[in-house]
């Protein structure tokens, strides 16, 4: 029966089911399995939504928030293309987390500590940083309302929306949308209920991942994040990244601060050139194979 290779990994338990549609032995297999590997994934040359949305499935399926496609790079300078699918099947832009995942992968199988990772926003830096985390060159943070996108004009710093005790949050681009409310306790707020109405909310036709951070210090602020096609989940990385950009936008943090999210923390920084580098941790938790019956 035919089968497909996969590696389940996280980055601060926002977990992926990585699948390597480039026609080799696939990420995480080891020597013996290639020409298996090789046989099964290289007759896989995409999922639809509904496979995605079956592998991502924690009862059913792996688990995972989501599922993660390598495919042979288009750009020169790029070593492995990514794509991205959500756990409700759906095709998103960018994955900080998953990003660290997939350069881990690829420094693993190149034996280099620097690699391009290309995705439809653009060419990822990645390296291995001296402790063993992976930073990674996340691009430029955008902040016009057309970038966000937003639905009308308006001063991306105060968009200007409220939901129960959420109010006035920060619109960033990092790649996807990101709408951060600032609050007391983020502890406080109830993710879970308010999350879904305001990333399907009218003024982001695109929808948006919502997040609530408190400032601790200019150096340290707590986030949560609720997820856009995914719902809650322990960190997000580009969350953690727009966070820290709308927060020194508001001058609230320093251009470089620790953001602790629910499942660990991460490095942020953004760039004097616009860019924001985000360092962390990606960890593998296992690999194995797909029966095809998952696949339909």
Same mark, same amino acid.
């Given at each position: ?97 998953? @990003?660290?995942?997939?350069? #881990?992968? +690829?420094?693993?199988? $190149?034996?280099?500590?620097?690699? *391009?990772? &290309?995705?439809? !926003? %653009? ?84 929808? @948006?991942?919502?997040?609530? #951070?408190? +400032?601790?210090?200019? $150096?340290?602020?707590?986030?949560? *994040?609720? &997820?856009?096609? !995914? %719902? ?54 296992f690999t194995g194979r797909l029966d095809a019956s998952l696949l339909g």
């Open positions: 029966m035919q089968t497909t290779a996969f590696t389940k990994m996280h980055g601060l338990g926002n977990d992926f089911a990585v699948i390597d549609l480039r026609g080799g032995a696939g990420v995480g297999a080891s020597a013996k399995d290639a020409a298996g590997a090789a046989g099964a994934n290289g007759a896989l040359a995409d999922i639809t939504d509904a496979q995605a949305k079956a592998i991502a499935d924690r009862r059913t399926g792996v688990g995972c928030d989501q599922v993660i496609l390598l495919e042979r790079p288009r750009a020169k300078l790029a070593d492995v293309y990514m794509r991205i699918r959500n756990a409700d099947g759906s095709e998103v832009e960018a994955c900080g987390n998953g @990003a660290r995942c997939v350069a #881990a992968l +690829v420094m693993a199988e $190149t034996g280099r500590n620097h690699v *391009v990772i &290309e995705s439809v !926003v %653009g060419l990822l830096d990645a390296e291995a940083a001296p402790d063993g985390r992976i930073s990674v060159d996340m691009g430029e943070a955008r902040l016009d309302w057309r970038e966000i996108p937003v639905a009308k004009p308006l001063d991306t710093l105060h968009l200007g929306i409220e939901l129960g005790p959420l109010s006035d949050p920060v619109g960033v681009n990092i790649g996807n949308p990101h709408a951060v409310f600032f609050v007391p306790d983020a502890e406080a707020i109830d993710v879970a209920a308010l999350g879904p109405v305001l990333e399907r909310h009218p003024l982001f036709p695109e929808k @948006a991942n919502i997040e609530v #951070a408190t +400032v601790l210090s200019p $150096t340290l602020i707590r986030m949560r *994040v609720w &997820e856009r096609g !995914v %719902g809650i989940t322990r960190a997000c990385g580009t969350g953690a990244c727009a966070t820290l950009v709308a927060a020194h936008r508001r001058k609230l943090a320093a251009r470089k601060a620790t953001v602790r999210l629910d499942g660990g923390e991460l490095e942020i920084e953004w760039l004097p050139d616009g860019h924001v580098r985000m360092t962390g941790p990606a960890t593998t938790s």
